[in-house]
């Protein structure tokens, strides 16, 4: 009967988030009248927050949240999740406090409509293309240069192990040794859950938290030091659940 009811719920999950995207994209897409690119990109992330807001309450996967106040003000900080869902994708950005982009897949902004949605919050990658990792590498130098948070998931892909977490790339890491931003952890919980990733079109009312752990500075440490330090921590706190 769990099954039964979790593929149902999966297809009012969908169905409800296209009918409600299909409500916020032309104001999403207003964040391109701003002339200011920090300035749009917050009012983008405000009305993607809204949408979350209503989506994740329709379809029963309530979200608690803590550590903002982790978040300095007139400060970035380059943001790293844990990822074990989909869900992770669209939960993570709207709920980081202040105007950020996250580097995702280059394959989702070919979906019609909703490319255009992902587009605006995204540095797009294609992982395969080494032209394309280091064009991405520069722009989310941009993005912290004009004051924006970046938002990137170090897994590279959804954790499959079995572990807490899987190995980090040190790509993050490294653009915060060069660029002196400090890095903000967030872990994610109860996605794995409301979506797991050993079962196909399946969704389940689940209590999420977002939980924002204190900024790791990255002064005197190399990328690869600061990926240990940062994986432990995050490796600790989702111990915690054990």
Request: contains cysteine.
């Amino acid at each position: 009967m769990k099954n039964i009811f979790a593929r149902i719920w999966a297809l009012w999950g969908l169905i409800s988030f296209i009918v409600t995207f299909l409500i916020i994209i032309i104001p999403s897409l207003c964040a391109h009248l701003f002339r200011d690119e920090k300035k749009g990109q917050s009012y983008f992330i405000a009305v993607s927050k809204i949408w979350m807001n209503v989506w994740l309450t329709l379809i029963g996967c309530p979200l608690t949240i803590k550590g903002k106040e982790y978040f300095e003000a007139n400060e970035n900080y380059i943001v790293i999740f844990n990822h074990n869902a989909l869900l992770d994708i669209p939960l993570s950005a709207p709920y980081v406090p202040g105007a950020n982009k996250t580097i995702g897949k280059s394959s989702f902004a070919k979906v019609p409509l909703f490319g255009l949605f992902y587009k605006l919050g995204t540095i797009l990658i294609d992982r395969k293309n080494e032209k394309s990792r280091r064009k991405s590498y520069e722009m989310m130098r941009t993005v912290l240069s004009k004051g924006m948070h970046m938002c990137i998931y170090p897994e590279g892909t959804r954790n499959r192990t079995g572990e807490p977490l899987k190995p980090f790339f040190d790509g993050a890491f490294k653009l915060s040794v060069e660029s002196g931003k400090s890095i903000i952890p967030c872990i994610i919980k109860g996605t794995s859950t409301a979506m797991p990733i050993s079962k196909t079109f399946y969704l389940l009312p689940t209590r999420l938290s977002m939980n924002f752990l204190p900024p790791v500075q990255p002064e005197n440490s190399s990328a690869k030091e600061l990926n240990q330090q940062v994986f432990a921590l995050m490796w600790k706190e989702l111990e915690k659940d054990k």
